[in-house]
């Protein structure tokens, strides 16, 4: 790889990529920006999926290397500029919580993404399914709660401070709120907000601009619902 490697992110804006633009604003990369419009489906073309096969957003570009997943690309770049400052190298004490909390992103991730598809996607909202709202709102809730247990007195997600493993809940502490609040998680709310204030945060979401993608502050869950459902949250 070069000295100053040429880095493209593809990204739709405050989405799962706004992890590693926030990241590469951490890291003081130079980059640039390949914008994709999620609803109308240009990460469907073979194009596109030759560089991320399931044709979602992120995927990076460096120098003449394509990754794809957002964990995958949020390992790589810590440990290939930054390793003792956000990464944390194998054996080092951290290693298994950071790994840990860069997959944990994705099962909150995850959860969220049905609580879009069902709440926002859909073109017909009768399509919505309310038992699957309720399920993944519980579902969301109990992520939030695990972490702000583990969280503790921590300012950041690992004892000894930031790291690339807070670059992944930037988009999932962003969406959240939008079908859980934040009220019942104090330390959630003030991690939040600790984030939020990076001036490397800022810069990227300077970057990307107003969100347009959720049209209301909140998302509730319609009612009422299936009773069993509450059997199912898991
Ligand atoms: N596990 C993947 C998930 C990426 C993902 O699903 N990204 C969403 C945006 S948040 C996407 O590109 N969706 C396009 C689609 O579902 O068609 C990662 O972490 O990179």
Redesign the pocket.
């Given at each position: 790889m070069s000295d100053t490697p040429e880095i493209r992110l593809h990204h739709?804006p405050w989405?799962?990529s706004f992890r590693i633009l926030w990241l590469l604003e951490e890291l003081g990369l130079d980059y640039d920006i390949a914008w994709h419009d999620?609803r109308k489906g240009d990460?469907q073309e073979p194009g596109y999926k030759a560089k991320s096969p399931a044709?979602?957003?992120?995927a990076l570009e460096i120098d003449d290397q394509v990754i794809?997943?957002?964990?995958a690309i949020t390992q790589y770049l810590a440990e290939t500029f930054r390793l003792g400052a956000l990464g944390r190298p194998p054996h080092a004490p951290e290693r298994i919580a950071y790994l840990q909390w860069i997959s944990y992103a994705?099962t909150m991730?995850g959860v969220i993404?049905q609580l879009n598809i069902n709440h926002v996607f859909l073109r017909d909202p009768s399509q919505a399914s309310p038992v699957v709202i309720k399920l993944n709102t519980a579902r969301l809730k109990g992520t939030l709660a695990g972490m702000e247990a583990l969280l503790g007195d921590q300012e950041y997600l690992l004892p000894s401070g930031f790291s690339a493993a807070d670059t992944m809940m930037g988009f999932n502490l962003f969406a959240a709120p939008y079908f859980v609040k934040l009220d019942a998680f104090p330390r959630l709310a003030a991690y939040k907000a600790r984030i939020e204030a990076r001036p490397a945060f800022r810069r990227a979401a300077a970057r990307d601009g107003v969100q347009t993608f959720y049209d209301r502050d909140f998302y509730p869950v319609p009612g009422p619902v299936d009773k069993n459902v509450d059997k199912l949250k898991g």
């Open positions: 739709v989405s799962r999620i990460m044709g979602r957003a992120p794809f997943e957002s964990g994705e991730a993404e």
